[in-house]
């Protein structure tokens, strides 16, 4: 059986974290996001899917 390709899920910050409540700005640490327009890539996994909905006012998700 051949294993399955994770797809990875390309995840950018376009509003600035500033002003924000302090678990969604660990939130965006957590996904590697430091920079607005920095782009990082991360598994399709219900972990990473979780923290995505936490701050999906602050980024863009391909």
Known sequence: MAK???TMLKI???RSPHGRTQPQHRTL???GLRKINQIVERPDHPSVLGMIERVKHL???E
């Open 12 to 14: 950018k910050l376009v």
């Open 59 to 61: 980024i863009e998700v």
């Open 29 to 31: 640490e957590a996904l």
């Open 4 to 6: 399955k390709k994770d």
